[in-house]
């Protein structure tokens, strides 16, 4: 299967644009990879001493949220099951 890439933009209206787009159409592999990418630009950011814009960090757990809604109805789990569920599963 091809993985959808979503890359960093760097005008925040664009980037943000492009974040609505993506949660709106609610398909689980792109949010799945916006999330990736936004967390990469945090970590990045981190290193830095800095940190994501309100609007990044809310699309974040936008995608987050829609994701863990989405496993836990197709796990039947709760949805506070699903951080351990997965770490079970990768064997973090």
Known sequence: SEETD??????RQF???????IIKNGITPEL???MRCIY???ISLAEN???LS????SNFNVCKKLIDEELSFSLNISESEIP????NY???
């Open 90 to 92: 990768i064997k973090v």
């Open 49 to 51: 001493g800095k940190s």
């Open 84 to 87: 351990d569920f997965i770490r």
């Open 6 to 11: 979503v890359s960093w933009i760097e005008n």
């Open 40 to 42: 990469e630009k945090r």
């Open 54 to 57: 309100a609007t990044d960090e």
């Open 15 to 21: 980037r943000s644009e492009k974040a609505k787009e």
């Open 32 to 34: 799945v990879a916006l």
